[in-house]
């Protein structure tokens, strides 16, 4: 039977994931669970996605990688249905599974691209356990980047997504320091072909000005930024060992407002971390409609083993579990009313393969069941079914 790749997680596990099945896809009756440690829910769901492959095929040949690999090593390799474990940061190497090298760094399978610039980080957030996953921050070259967008493009692709675990630090590496601007810059001149450039998810504080520029005033980077802000309380920052305030995400956010009024912004929000009090709670909600907060990721917080904020005064997980479910709701309410502003607006949207495709907001729109994936279709709205511009 054919390689089976199970990504959980982030963004990066996807492309990732990707990559790997073009790598062993010579590889017979093999399934790799890439995993994620993010949270304890992660970590559950990586075993039970084990234990579900095992039982669907109880004859392959089972690897686990991914930050969980690392993370929770022991614990997946004592579980019976786990052959072998290969670490997250070898597990692109052809040569730690034995394969030979691909000619590409990967291919295009979907209409927009992952490209990841960027792994590991530095940082030292108190509730993460990325850095024990994924190591120190490494950056591809700009040469290497742009030889992988135009594989990508080559094959298809509209659309790239520039991506990273911590996105911002790109080039820190790097001879002479470069900063992230300067490859966005670099890929945009050197792939003319390349139609609509995003970025994952980025830190604010660490945007340099020229990426605030090209962020602001550049067509073909999509006028859509998700947020690492994790709180909008500023002591609960503090205490997460953040790098920004909530006040440098409001000016932030107001600045390329000024400049690209269009720009829908996302953020990655953390509800019920340790010592949040009912101010604290008050201060992230009300961060969702300072900011518009239009694309929400919301996360109960998880209490990691061997993170400073396990130490931390905990909340109940029933407040917990509460408090998400408010921040969730307010980005809901919020994205709705947006939503609703789309509609009678021409949108250019890119066509994917499920009939569906994202607007340069990043807005997700149904499309008519005759549009080719692919391709870039003036689309104007006229209602929204089950959360989708239609």
């Not at 010579?26 to 669970?33: F, M, N, R, S, T």
């Not at 295009?108 to 792994?119: D, I, L, S, Y």
């Not at 201060?283 to 990691?304: K, M, Q, T, W």
Request: aromatic letters at 2%; proline letters at 6%.
């Amino acid at each position: 039977m054919a390689v089976e790749v199970i990504s959980l997680g982030c963004r990066m596990n996807l492309s990732e994931s990707e990559r790997l099945r073009a790598l062993l896809a010579a590889e017979p009756d093999l399934v790799v669970v890439n995993s994620c440690a993010v949270t304890a829910e992660a970590v559950r769901q990586t075993r039970q996605a084990i234990r579900r492959a095992r039982k669907a095929r109880p004859a392959a040949r089972l690897i686990v990688t991914g930050c969980a690999a690392e993370v929770e090593r022991d614990m997946l390799a004592a579980m019976p249905e786990v052959d072998g474990l290969i670490a997250n940061t070898a597990k692109l190497d052809p040569r730690a599974w034995n394969v030979p090298a691909l000619r590409t760094p990967g291919t295009a399978t979907h209409t927009r691209a992952f490209v990841t610039v960027q792994n590991g980080c530095d940082h030292a957030c108190t509730f993460c356990v990325i850095p024990q996953g994924r190591g120190a921050s490494r950056s591809l070259s700009v040469a290497e980047v742009v030889r992988e967008i135009g594989h990508h493009l080559a094959a298809g692709a509209k659309e790239v997504v520039l991506s990273g675990v911590d996105l911002t630090s790109w080039g820190t590496d790097l001879p002479g320091a470069p900063r992230l601007g300067q490859l966005v810059e670099a890929v945009l001149a050197a792939c003319p072909s390349l139609q609509r450039l995003r970025l994952s998810s980025v830190d604010g504080i660490e945007i340099d000005p020229l990426l605030f520029e090209l962020i602001a005033g550049e067509a073909r980077v999509m006028p859509h930024l998700h947020l690492s802000l994790q709180h909008g309380d500023d002591l609960i920052l503090k205490r997460m060992k953040r790098r920004h305030l909530r006040g440098d995400a409001v000016a932030l956010v107001a600045a390329l407002k000024a400049r690209r009024p269009d720009i829908a912004i996302g953020a990655d929000l953390i509800a019920g971390f340790p010592t949040e009090d009912d101010g604290a709670h008050a201060a992230n909600l009300s961060i969702i409609a300072e900011l518009d907060v239009v694309h929400g990721h919301v996360f109960p917080y998880s209490a990691r083993p061997g993170t400073p904020a396990t130490r931390m005064p905990q909340n109940p997980p029933a407040l917990i579990k509460a408090r998400a479910a408010e921040l969730r709701a307010a980005v809901a309410a919020r994205r709705a009313r947006w939503l609703a502003r789309q509609l009678g607006r021409p949108l250019a949207v890119l066509a994917e393969r499920d009939g569906t495709g994202h607007a340069p907001n990043f807005a997700r729109v149904a499309l008519p069941p005759e549009t080719c994936a692919g391709t870039i279709v003036n689309h104007t709205p006229t209602h929204i079914a089950e959360g989708l511009l239609a």
